[in-house]
């Protein structure tokens, strides 16, 4: 019998990158073809069964030929723009295309949570928001409801694991927990808050993240279904985080400063005309900021038995990640 193949879009992404590692680790003997629009080197050179396609998920005809025989696609894709603009046109472009070219395949779908609307003990049975293109939550319920209708048809074929906000090593400019927390804290400059710093707020660790993505694609009897994915963070405020990692890095700034709504529009404003638009885009996402955001990942911990990573060390090597990169830049 020969070895699988497998495919994984998204690979150069954070949580891609690492997925494709969980998998050569885990399955040695697979071929595993990590996808990129533009691969150049590979920076999975030290791993034998991984080989970089070139590939873009919006080319219909390339994303055919690139599924086609596959045992397993993967897809972790993140678009370069955090922009309900960008993603209203490009997400149903993809949508259509990954989906139409993994028909006689398995599939493996990265989410996230946006799709169920900001609260407390957000779960995969609540109630999705009203599904358009309107803003990214919108989009993202749009997604859902593509995914559940592949479902309907062939529920052994495909996986969907979803996470809330991740942090990390490499997760950087997009993150809330990335450069204006801890790399500012790194720097001994005050860590960044959206909204507020007083709520409570759930993050999951992008190593968890891959690694459920690839117990969830490995367990048929995990087909047919969505899951949240195990969270480490739980429970705390940007105000504890910033206490706990200023324990870790000597001399850094462990009090919060807090960007409310109003200047996140004033700044929204600017970063639009002048900067990437991401503080522009976050306006619509404030709602997941200004009051206690937690999700229920009971159900994939129970079924895989496989809690998150304990805080302690999430923390600590995340923080480590950012003081070397200090160490590095100077």
Request: glycine content about 8%; some cysteine.
């Amino acid at each position: 019998m020969s070895s699988p193949r497998v495919v994984v879009f998204g690979s150069t992404g954070v949580i891609g990158s690492l997925l494709v590692q969980v998998i050569a680790e885990k399955q040695p003997t697979w071929k595993i073809e990590a996808v990129s629009r533009s691969p150049g080197s590979s920076r999975f050179a030290s791993l034998s069964n991984v080989k970089m396609v070139q590939g873009d998920a919006e080319d219909r005809d390339r994303t055919i030929e690139i599924c086609s025989g596959a045992h397993t696609v993967y897809v972790a894709i993140g678009f370069p723009k955090y922009e309900t603009k960008y993603w209203a046109e490009h997400w149903p472009i993809v949508m259509g295309n990954i989906i139409g070219a993994s028909s006689s395949t398995r599939l493996v779908f990265c989410d996230n949570l946006y799709a169920y609307g900001p609260g407390t003990n957000v779960s995969t049975s609540s109630t999705l928001v009203k599904p358009g293109l309107g803003s990214k939550p919108a989009i993202r319920a749009l997604i859902r409801e593509k995914l559940q209708e592949r479902m309907d048809i062939k529920p052994k074929s495909i996986v969907v694991v979803g996470g809330a906000d991740f942090f990390g090593p490499n997760v950087t400019t997009l993150g809330v927990l990335g450069d204006t927390f801890f790399g500012h804290m790194a720097k001994k400059k005050s860590p960044y808050a959206l909204g507020s710093a007083d709520k409570v707020h759930d993050f999951c660790y992008v190593k968890d993240f891959a690694s459920a993505l690839y117990l969830a694609s490995v367990r048929l009897d995990s087909y047919g279904r969505f899951w949240i994915c195990p969270h480490t963070i739980k429970n705390k405020t940007m105000k504890d985080i910033a206490k706990d990692a200023a324990a870790l890095i000597e001399g850094s700034k462990a009090k919060v400063t807090v960007l409310p709504t109003w200047v996140i529009s004033c700044l929204g404003l600017i970063d639009h005309i002048f900067a990437d638009g991401f503080m522009h885009e976050m306006k619509e996402m404030m709602g997941w900021w200004v009051d206690d955001y937690t999700v229920d990942d009971s159900d994939f911990v129970k079924k895989f038995g496989v809690p998150a990573t304990p805080y302690d060390e999430a923390l600590a090597d995340t923080v480590e990640f950012y003081q070397d990169r200090e160490i590095a830049e100077k």
